[in-house]
Each structure stands twice: as C-alpha cells, then as structure tokens.
C-alpha cells in the first residue's frame, strides 16, 4: 500500500473556500494511486476564540477541560473536509483521535504521542476511505483528552507518517516553504529548497513560524522526510531531511531573527559557586526559558555581573521571582526591552573556518553594536538594539549569498 500523509494548517482549511480547494488537492493524490491519510488543523483562529472564552470562564481554568475544549477546532475543520469529499464522490470521514485511539502520555496542553493504533484505519484504506484526523490530540490512560501544544497538529502528521510507514508526509501550510529568513523582516529572502532537520530545528527555535521545534524533533527521532509547501499555490516547496542528503555548497543556510526578547542584568552578584544555578531554578520552577547567558570575570573575586535574556513576556514575573529569592545578593536590577536577537544557522560552518570573524565584521561596518553573543555547532546568535534588526538581517542576507 503507497500511503502519504497531507496535513493542512488552520490557514488552509480557515474558510469554505479554502476547505474545498484542499479536497482538490486531496483528490490529486487518490488519482495518483496513493492511499491518502489527511491530518488536519483547526480552522484559523478558532482555538485562540476558545482560549479566550476559557478565560472569561475562568481565571484559572482546569486543563483537562481545557484540552477537551480545544480540541473542538479539529473536529469542525475535520468534518467539513469529510463532507466536501463526500460530495464530490469519495468515501471519506472524520476520525477523532480517541476513535482510533492515538495514546499520548505526559501532561495536558503538552502531551506526546507514544501510539497509534492503525487496524481500524488500515481497514478503512483498504475500503478505498479517505480518512480525516484532528491533528493536536490523543488521548491518555486515564481516557481523557489531551493536546500536543503549540505545532500539534504537525507532530500528528509526523508520527502517523511513522506509525503507517507512509512513501511521504506533506505539511500544507499558508507559505511557500521554509525562506532564508522571515520575509516580513526582509523582502528578499528566497525559499530553501533543502535543509537539514538539526538546521530546522534551529531556525523553528529562533523564531521561524513554519513549524514549531517539537515536530521537527519528531522528525528527526523518526528519520521522517517533511516536505513543507503551500496550499495556496501549486508550487514546490522546501524538504526537512537528514543532513547526508543534502549537496549544498552554502555555508549558510538562513538568518533567523525575534523581537520579542529581553534583556536582565544583575549587577553586583556575589561571586561564588552555585550563584548562577540560585538565580535560575526559580525561573525553570516558572517554566521561564532562559536563552542567552554571560557572567563577567569578577575583578575582585567578590562581585560580577550577570546577563541574560528571556521573552519580554516573561520580564515581570522574572523580576518578581528574583526579588522574591533570598539565596540572591545584587546591588542593581537592569531590564532592557528594546533588543532583538539575530541568528545565522547552517551545517556549512562545521567545516568553514572565519565565519564568526565574518558575521562581527559585516556587522560592525553597519556600526551594529554586539550585546551578547550565543554559538552551537550549526549556529551563531548575537544580541543587539531592535532598532538595527532589519538592517543587520539584510547585511547578514547579503554577506552570505542568500540573496541569489
């Protein structure tokens, strides 16, 4: 049996219109002689109007409902893709991930799938079915629903991909592919044609919308090929693949950015073991994400100073727990809103010596101070002004050739 798996995103199912030109596309894929599972999103838009009517409900509202509540979107999207294909002649239905069951584990609102069981949608394929499934859910031991977080619906994908030994798992999205950066910072980013899952991972965790972190991961666990492409347009799009597979002779794959970043720094910290992990496990307690770190040398072996960045959302309540923790002494709070951080990614610098030489050189001659600076293996990030973020993603663009 040649399976393939299409998800579509909210934006492609966010209206009649859009539902009845992903049944056409569907249908190009029976008409290929595929067996084809269909993953779907919410509608756009949809399940941040049940967040908001959870909170009207309540302040602290209870997360099993909450995920029932969510999981809502899916089911619309789902049975209004079922029906159009009905309608044009295909045998089709909506599957809720209980019904199959996709088992999950781990808590709600952030789940993971451990299991799919496939004889009932085996059964189905081989009636010649096209079977619809709400993306983001499964449910766990207990036989309650739960959702997967941000991105689920991609991670459903991935692993019915895994669990059915799908030929192809394709992510339909609003997009053409994955771009060189974001196109709304810079206008001349192109899409990549190929890119590495440890270079996706990257881009998705420094601020890239096409797919979010946790499913590229289950990607690359599951050695799933992902190819990325609009629905809008009958283009090719971008493959998330293994790095052996790729021939590119870039050195650089993309330049990622964000905006929504923060800088915190204590000065006066008294500078003793342990001091660094003091400070931060109430933040972890908070599920605070600390990103980018630097502690000065101290001059005189007493007191230093301490950098790091967090998401401006998080700059309140980051204050709070670090007035609050007894374990800390400082002389001064510093909070910096107006920064942004500028990342380039690419497997290509491994084996290229002065690219680093590079990327400080190409921004110091746009007088683009360096705040702090971040590397991995595939990966160089540097903390500047917000006010220089679209300019150093050009310089950055150009210097590497990501423009042709």
Known sequence: MKIIVLKFGGTSVGTVDRIKKVANIITSYIKKKYKVIVVSSAMSGVTNDLIRKSEKISNDFDVQELDVLLSAGEQIACSLLAGRLRHLGYSSRSWLAWQIPIITSGDYNSSRIINIKKSKIHKYLKSNGIPIITGFQGINNNNRVTTLGRGGSDTSAIMVAKFFKANKCIIYTDVDGVMTTDPRVFNKAKKIKVISYEEMLEMSSLGSKVMQSSSVQEARLNRIN?????????????????????????????????????????????????????????????????????????????????????????????????????????????????????????????????????????????????????????KISVLISKKHLVKAVAALHKEFSLNK
């Open 226 to 378: 992902v190819d990325v492409k609009s629905s809008f347009q009958n283009k090719s799009g971008t493959l998330i693949t293994k790095r052996k597979n790729i021939i590119n002779n870039k050195i650089i794959t993309g330049v990622s950015s964000t905006k929504n970043d923060a800088k915190i720094t204590l000065i006066g910290v008294k500078d003793k073991p342990g001091i660094a992990a003091s400070i931060f496990k109430p933040l972890s307690d908070k599920n605070i994400n600390v990103d980018m770190v630097v502690q000065n040398i101290s001059s005189n072996g007493k007191e230093t100073d301490l950098t790091f960045t967090i998401k401006s959302g998080d700059v309140n309540k980051t204050r709070k727990l670090i007035k609050l923790n007894k374990k800390i002494n400082f002389k001064k709070m510093k909070v910096d809103k107006d920064v942004s951080k500028v990342s380039i990614i690419g497997v290509g610098m491994i084996t290229t010596p002065g690219v680093t030489y590079r990327m400080f050189q190409v921004l110091s001659e746009k007088k683009i101070n360096i705040m702090v600076i971040s590397t991995s293996e595939i």
